[in-house]
C-alpha cells in the first residue's frame, strides 16, 4: 500500500492563497485520480488523467488545476483557495482504464480559514 | 453522468448477525462495481468488486450480487465483527472521456455492537 504516497498528510492555508497538494504512485500505473471527500457527499471526483499529459474534469473540477508531465506523479493545485475547499483529498491510481480497482493514498486533510 | 444511491447511511448490527448494504445506478453502461471500506482517518480500501458480466462474488464472509435488470448491487458481511465497523462505500463505473470514471454512494456507517 505504500505505493501510493500524499503529500503534505495536513496543510492550513488562508483564502486567496495558492496550495499544491503532490500524489505519487510506484506502481507505474496509467491511470490517476483526485478526490475530495466531504460529509454526506462521499468521494467526489475533481480530475483524472490517463496518462502523461493527458487530464480530463471530474464531477467537481472548478477552482483546481492538474498536471501530469510524469507519470508518477500527479499534482492538485488550488489557485485561489477558498473556504468551500476544506475537505479530505484523495489521489488513487488505477491499472487499467476503468474496470479495474483503484487504489488510494492516506490522503490530505486541507483547512482553509 | 452516473447517480450511485446508497442505503441505509448507518446501520447497527449485534456481533454475528449479518450485514446488507443496497445500491442503486442509473447508467446501463456502467460494468463495473467495486466496494470499499473506509475505517476513520484512514483511506478508502477495496473489499470486494464485480463486474457486470458476473452475479455473483464471495470473498469468505464478504459477499456482492448484482442485477443488471434492476440496475442494483448489494453488499452482504456475514458474521460481522467489531473490526467489521467502518464506513463502506458502494461505486459504479462509467465510461467517460479517456477513462471509466467511478461514482460512488454517499456511504453507509456500520456499526458492529459487541
Known amino acids: 500500500d505504500a505505493g501510493i504516497t500524499q503529500s503534505p498528510r495536513y496543510k492550513i492555508t488562508e483564502t486567496g492563497r495558492q496550495v499544491t497538494l503532490m500524489c505519487h504512485q510506484t506502481?507505474?500505473?496509467?491511470?490517476m485520480f483526485w478526490y475530495r471527500q466531504d460529509l454526506g457527499h462521499g468521494l467526489r471526483l475533481i480530475y483524472y488523467s490517463a496518462a502523461a499529459d493527458i487530464t480530463d474534469k471530474g464531477e467537481v473540477p472548478d477552482g483546481y488545476v492538474v498536471s501530469r508531465s510524469k507519470t508518477e506523479n500527479f499534482p492538485l493545485t488550488l489557485e485561489s483557495a477558498t473556504r468551500s475547499q476544506t475537505s479530505v483529498y484523495f489521489c488513487?491510481?488505477?491499472?487499467?482504464?476503468?474496470?479495474?480497482?483503484?487504489?488510494f493514498g492516506d490522503g490530505t486533510r486541507l483547512s482553509i480559514l | 453522468g452516473e447517480n450511485v444511491e446508497q442505503h441505509p447511511s448507518t446501520l447497527s448490527v449485534q456481533e454475528g448477525d449479518s450485514a446488507v448494504i443496497k445500491c442503486t445506478y442509473s447508467d446501463s453502461a456502467s460494468n463495473y462495481f467495486p466496494w470499499y471500506k473506509q475505517e476513520l482517518g484512514k483511506r478508502p480500501q477495496l473489499i470486494i468488486d464485480i463486474r457486470s458480466n458476473v452475479g455473483e462474488k464471495k470473498d469468505q464472509r464478504i459477499a456482492v450480487t448484482l442485477n443488471k435488470t434492476a440496475k442494483h448491487f448489494s453488499l452482504h458481511i456475514t458474521e460481522t465483527q467489531p473490526e467489521d465497523s467502518a464506513v463502506y462505500f458502494c461505486a459504479a463505473s462509467e465510461p467517460s472521456g479517456s477513462a471509466r470514471q467511478l461514482t460512488f454512494g454517499s456511504g453507509t456507517q456500520l456499526t458492529v455492537l459487541p
Open positions: 488513487a491510481s488505477s491499472r487499467d482504464r476503468g474496470n479495474q480497482p483503484q487504489h
Open positions: 506502481w507505474s500505473h496509467s491511470y
